[in-house]
């Protein structure tokens, strides 16, 4: 393409494409686009999406959606076991302090609440109740599922003179059989 003295282009595109000597490219001019809009609106040409655009749109959002639902249900229930695991870890510690001070362990969550365990009330997810009679040298607690899809699994922790063990029940009613620990 060759270039006439004011910078325009020689063959046939005059008016089409301008140089600018401040970029350094050629430019459409107004005119071709606005002779476009013209020539597609005289051809028929329509603007907006088809029903089998929509209908594709929709499969790829409800396949993302298949599989972000299911992993974002299992991450919540693992935080809930989580939480029920920081609960029972917060129980042993109070026990630890009240066998120091009183030489043994209460077998009653009441007697915790009085030294701050408050938020056990609060939880709305799990229930929390000792597990027979503690003795001297060891304890039981456990934490029942109240709600949502597991409703009914426990956490069950036995402390045992310096150690711990902890075990997952899933619920007994439910159609699964597998309850997934934190």
């Known amino acids: 393409m060759c270039l006439n003295n004011q910078g325009r282009a020689a063959d046939g595109l005059n008016n089409i494409l301008v140089f600018s000597p401040v970029s350094g490219y050629y430019i459409i001019r107004k005119e071709l686009l606005l002779r476009v809009v013209r020539v597609m609106k005289k051809s028929g040409a329509r603007s ?26 299992r991450n919540m229930e693992q935080s809930k076991g989580a939480k029920a695991l920081e609960h029972l870890n917060l129980i042993r510690s109070a026990e630890g302090l009240y066998r120091v001070h009183f030489s043994g362990y209460t077998g009653n969550l009441e007697d915790l609440r009085r030294w701050g365990m408050d938020f056990i009330t609060a939880d709305r ?27 009914g699994a426990r956490v069950r922790m036995e402390q045992q003179r310096d150690s711990f063990e902890i075990k997952y029940y899933a619920p007994s009613n439910a159609e699964i059989d597998y309850y997934p620990p934190p």
Not at 128 to 151: C, K, L, N, Q, W
């Open 125 to 151: 997810d799990w229930t929390y109740d000792f597990i027979g009679e503690p003795t001297e040298d060891s304890f039981t607690i456990e934490a029942t599922r109240s709600s949502g899809m597991y409703s």
């Open 48 to 73: 907006g999406v088809t029903i089998l655009e929509l209908l594709i749109a929709m499969i790829i959002i409800g396949v993302l959606v298949s599989i972000a639902v299911p992993a974002y249900l």
